[in-house]
């Protein structure tokens, strides 16, 4: 732990006094440097904006401003300050006040050496508890970087006399989902530390994601060494579960934790296997795998089996992808994204309200981050989604009959500026599910729907020599005759200047 003197200001306004305060200060404890004395509360608080002490010993009756008021003005402007109020006046009041302004202690003058020594090992463990607090704190900032740092000279000395080992660790599976709070994982690791070294290398703990922990090692040594030692405690400890460990080969200077923060996250990230351990560097590279994308023909095959109500077949056919996946030592990042693509062919091809889709999504990947036994993440998933498949998802009349109130509506006003976002609304739906639910029940989505009206008309109209390409454009509801053009190249082929050439 960070070592420091004291910064210890005394005031007081007899000189004798302040003296043999300051004095015994030093015999009593060498750690506590008198950086300054001042013999009235003004000019204490011009010398503490100066100095910046730990400590201020204060006389109560002074000139000017005396040391209740002093006091109270500290606790306002430099809430980390410690107070001790040194006065003749045994006087209750007093003593109520001063302690009502949070003061450590109230000593009574002529000071008892030992009673001053009782303080000062008082106000040391709270200096330094603070300083290591705030060690912490500059050191979280700076993996973060979320915030400017600055730093006394202590801690920038202290940080500057040893680097850091880092290393990232994850009991069980990658947690990005399931956000409950695992404040149990930083007390094993605390613990698996200590148990490795009993005399008490210098470390931190950081808890990231549930189960994930930042650990920091004051130090060199051979960082290989410490992971597989980290590895084997953690098993130990945590019987059964997966553990994974992404650690930086070279010695981390404080400056770089932001970096090699970033750097170590993405190696576990990409390198995570779902209920597999493994140990992984910084100096191992990239390792190759298949694009995380569902091929074309598992595409068309799941949506045959899903459209068909085939539910032992879908269910054979994902438990087998589960498996291959696997046995290809695919990461976890990479088995979600494709799980994300085939949950999503589940909600183009399926009815599902809004929050049917979102039930589904966490319970397929809670149960993906939190199995950590493989075979039952396979078998949970398939049967998962297969359990959705045997509910009935047929859509509701009032849904089916609002649909068709919207086709009609815009086979009528198909010529008009129709803005697709008010007419979902007028139904109670979103936008993105309005066209989802539209394209499932008539083939083609609001837009298709209407392009193919225009493009339908447009053919007709463009066999008329009296009607200007932009003129049909702005009968057909286009604003822009570019777009009129592109689109109906896109629908025919050609554009309507070409095809009024081949309709002559």
Known sequence: ???????????????????????????ADPDFQIVGSAYDGEEALKLVEQERPDVVFTDIRMPIMDGLRLTELLKEAYPSVLVVIVSGYDDFQYAR?????????????????????????????RVLAHSGQRLITVIQAQIRQNMPVELDEDLRQYLAEKPFGMFLV???NLR??????????????????????????????FPENPGLCLLLLRGGGDKRTTAEKLLQKAQEQEAGASVSIAYMTEDIIWQQLHGAFRKARQILLSNVRIGHSGIFSDNEGQKETVPAVLSAVMTNQLQTLINGGNVSGLHKTILQLLKEWNQEGYSQQWVEKVLHQILLLFQQNLFFSEEDYDRMFQNVF??????????????????????WMRQNRQVPSEIEEAIQQMETYIRKHYTEQINLSELAET???????????????????????????RMADAKEMLKKEELSIREISETLGFTDQHYFSRTFKEATGVTPKEYRMLEK
């Open 1 to 27: 732990m960070i070592e420091k003197k004291i910064k210890t200001l005394v005031v007081e306004d007899e000189v004798l006094l302040l003296k043999n305060i300051e004095k015994k200060i030093q015999q």
């Open 97 to 125: 006040r001063a302690l009502g302004y949070g003061v450590c202690d109230y000593l009574l003058k002529p000071v008892r050496p030992e009673e001053l020594k009782k303080t000062l090992e008082k106000l040391k463990e």
């Open 170 to 172: 994850c009991t069980g």
């Open 176 to 205: 990005m989902r399931v956000r409950q709070q695992d404040e149990a994982k930083k007390d094993l690791w605390e613990q698996i530390l200590k148990d490795m070294d009993p005399e008490g290398t210098e470390f931190y703990v």
């Open 366 to 387: 809670e149960t993906l981050e939190i199995e950590s036994a493989s075979q039952d993440w396979e078998e949970k998933i398939a049967e998962e989604l297969c359990g």
């Open 427 to 453: 139904y109670h739906f979103n936008h993105s599910y309005m066209t989802r639910l539209f394209k499932k029940m008539k083939g083609q989505t609001p837009i298709k729907l209407i392009n193919s009206l």
